[in-house]
């Protein structure tokens, strides 16, 4: 990844130990360069590179959901035994990246910890955009996705039908729903001052009514204020339980299987750990070439990147732990199908998954207990991207290793995802990168009233530079 | 008197001096006053008086009406709708239904959250007087401002004029028009 390799002279706010905010910043200066990034004419060429290339792959989809939709879901590789395959798999893979986004726009702010604020804003569209590839999973697994609402949502339709509500699976629909809603409510919420101050920014004389619109008459008023403070804390109070309980949910979808490996008390808060560790990951996958491209380095410093590094070494701790105890367990049991399970695990067809994952989220997370190396945003990055890969991993081990030897050896089988399989998945990707960029361009990524909140009170007057 | 203004407009270029005059315009006995900041100030919120916000309220009562609502459809649809006879277990099947439920109380008490938040703001609002003075558009960047309405049973139009000139840190007094 030679473009997050540290530059030839290292920016003053790269260097460990920076503050959250460069200093000689007034309430003009920040607003004037975060607004700037979105009313500028001009982009930097990384983006048009980067939106081509993501764009391209966005095509890889479509070919995809049309193939999928003509021939049906028998393009895909689950087949039985192993129902559940990359769809599943992916599903939870981009759920979790969500998780850190809530993480750091909820839990980050009822802790008060100020660094949180340069990197909500992108990290909760980046919820908004993860949540969007992993519903693209069970809504195109259903098949013929029109025809899914009989038994996904509870409505009198002319079939008669409900929902089971006691299907882990309904209530994953209720959680995933829940979680995409609450996140683009707390998300445009954020965004309304912003909007407000594009609309007082803009020349433009479509986008002074495009922003205007959208901004829907805010004034900064401290009437608005006052109310808006209290929804904004309340909104991050409710996320709060709303993270925890969005991958718990998940991981129900298998701890209530009788599935030797799934059937496991630790699977909720060790799937929790898992999304916030994956999130983090990219997170720092997004934020380090962002803040190159577009000269954030002012906002977005060695500070925060550290922060999440060590965020990242903590909850990868957690999973290790998890890892740990999912093997001690098996063997503590005594029961045979658990046993055979962990040890198939780590020496049967898919020994080379079981121990890349180890290698991706066991060993490597520990390289950031150096701060040298977790001060050095090319190795970050490298790491970043071998922990969402490890993540994936983690999810293909533990779906498809137990599903592919269960009880009766009669019903074992193999498998592997086809070509469909993995263009839908780099399909995904695409999508999510599309999104990014596109985001990047049109609305604030950096949250700028609350980034003004951070402006030194001495700096909070017009001429004070 | 005049009924052709919406009020006079104050401009201050420091985030403190504000507070100081923003008690003055409470303390004078003013009460249709707005301020505006760049971001949320509370120490001006706090010498305007303001009220407490009732947001909190809403977000409690939505949160209840979504768990009543979510539990009640787990409830009604599961024993009466369409009851499934599962190896003979109670259909009112109540731990099942909690996961439902926490989701809905969490979804109804965020939507009352944000909707109530714009209510009580009067948003959307595709007008406001405020929007004339030219400098107002600061107030979204660096500038804080204070406005007496003309609906302000002291309001006067040159009295208060002279009062906001008074004010420590006041940058340019503007009158806002209809």
């Known amino acids: ?50 939106l081509a290339v993501a764009f391209l792959l966005l095509q890889l989809m479509a070919l995809a959901v049309v193939n999928l939709l003509f021939r049906g879901i028998g393009v895909w590789g689950p087949n039985v035994p ?22 750091i726009s909820a839990i980050l702010l009822l802790l008060r910890q100020d660094w949180r604020t340069s990197i909500n804003r992108f990290a909760e569209a980046m919820t908004l955009f993860a949540v969007a590839c992993a519903a693209f999973y069970p809504i195109f697994h259903t ?49 309304i001052p912003d909007l407000a101050t594009l609309r007082d920014r803009t020349q433009h004389p479509i986008l002074q009514r495009v922003f205007g619109l959208a901004a829907m008459g805010w004034r900064n008023s401290v009437r608005h204020w006052h109310n808006y403070e209290s929804a904004y804390l309340l909104l ?11 991958h718990t949910v998940v991981s129900f979808d298998f701890s209530t299987g009788l599935i030797p490996g799934w059937h496991a008390t630790i699977f909720p808060p060790y799937f929790v750990a898992g999304a916030i560790y994956a999130g983090f990951a990219m997170v720092l996958t997004l934020a380090i070439p962002l803040r190159r491209w577009y000269h954030l380095e002012d906002f977005i410093t060695m500070r925060h990147l550290e922060n999440m590094a060590k965020v990242m070494l903590a909850t990868g701790l957690v999973v290790g732990y998890g890892y740990l105890m999912e093997a001690f367990f098996a063997w503590y049991s005594g029961n045979t199908y658990e046993r055979f399970m962990m040890y198939n695990r780590m020496f049967g067809p898919y020994w080379q998954m079981y121990w890349a994952l180890i290698l991706c989220n066991v060993v490597t997370p520990n390289l950031l207990w150096s701060k040298r190396l977790r001060t050095n945003i090319g190795v970050l ?19 498809v290793t137990s599903l592919h030897r269960d009880f009766l050896p009669s019903s074992w089988g193999f498998y592997s995802g086809t070509i469909f399989d993995w263009s839908a998945f780099i399909g995904t990707i695409g999508l999510f990168l599309t999104l990014i960029f596109v985001f990047v361009r049109l609305l604030p990524a950096i949250s700028i009233f609350e980034m003004r909140t951070l402006v030194p009170p001495q700096a909070r007057k017009e001429n004070a530079a | 008197m005049s009924s052709d203004m919406h009020g006079l407009m104050a401009e201050f270029a420091d985030a403190r001096e504000v507070v100081v005059a923003a008690e003055r315009v409470h303390h004078h006995g003013y009460t249709k006053v707005d301020a505006y900041a760049p971001y949320p100030h509370e120490e001006l919120a706090h ?25 009640g459809l787990c409830y009604v649809t599961s024993v009466f709708v369409y009851p499934l006879n599962i190896g003979g277990r109670p259909l009112h099947s109540w731990p099942a239904f909690i996961v439902p439920t926490y989701e809905t109380t969490i979804l109804f008490a965020a939507l009352s959250a944000v909707v109530g938040m714009l209510m009580l703001n009067g948003l959307p609002q595709p007008y406001h007087p405020a929007f004339h003075v030219p400098e107002f558009v600061r107030a979204s960047t660096d500038r804080f401002f204070i406005c007496i309405e003309s609906e302000d049973p002291h309001f006067d139009a040159h009295e208060t004029r002279r009062f906001l000139e008074g004010l420590p840190g006041v940058a340019k007094v503007t009158e806002v028009p209809r």
């Open chain 1, 143 to 191: 098949g013929r996705p029109w025809v899914a609402f009989y038994w996904l949502m509870p409505y009198p339709n002319s079939m008669g039908l409900w929902p089971n509500f006691r299907s882990p699976l309904i209530w994953d629909v209720f959680a995933v729903s829940t979680y995409a809603t609450v996140s683009a409510l707390f998300w445009f919420v954020g965004l």
């Open chain 1, 381 to 399: 990055f490298v790491i970043s991207n071998v922990v969402s890969v490890g993540m994936w991993l983690e999810r293909y081990v533990i779906i």
């Open chain 2, 47 to 71: 010498a305007l008086h303001l009220p407490k916000s009732h947001v909190s309220k809403l977000v409690l009562l939505g949160g209840l009406i979504g768990m009543a609502a979510g539990y």
């Open chain 1, 236 to 246: 991050a109070g409710l996320s709060t339980p709303l993270v925890v309980s969005v």
């Open chain 1, 1 to 50: 990844m030679s473009s997050a390799a540290p530059p030839a002279e290292r920016h003053p706010m790269d260097q460990p130990g920076a503050p959250v905010v460069a200093p000689g910043h007034t309430l003009e200066s920040v607003t004037a360069k975060i607004s700037g990034v979105v009313l500028t004419k001009y982009a930097p060429k990384q983006w048009f590179l980067g």
């Open chain 1, 82 to 103: 192993i129902g559940w395959g990359f769809d599943i798999i992916n599903f939870v893979w981009w759920i979790g990246i969500g998780h850190a986004g809530t993480l």
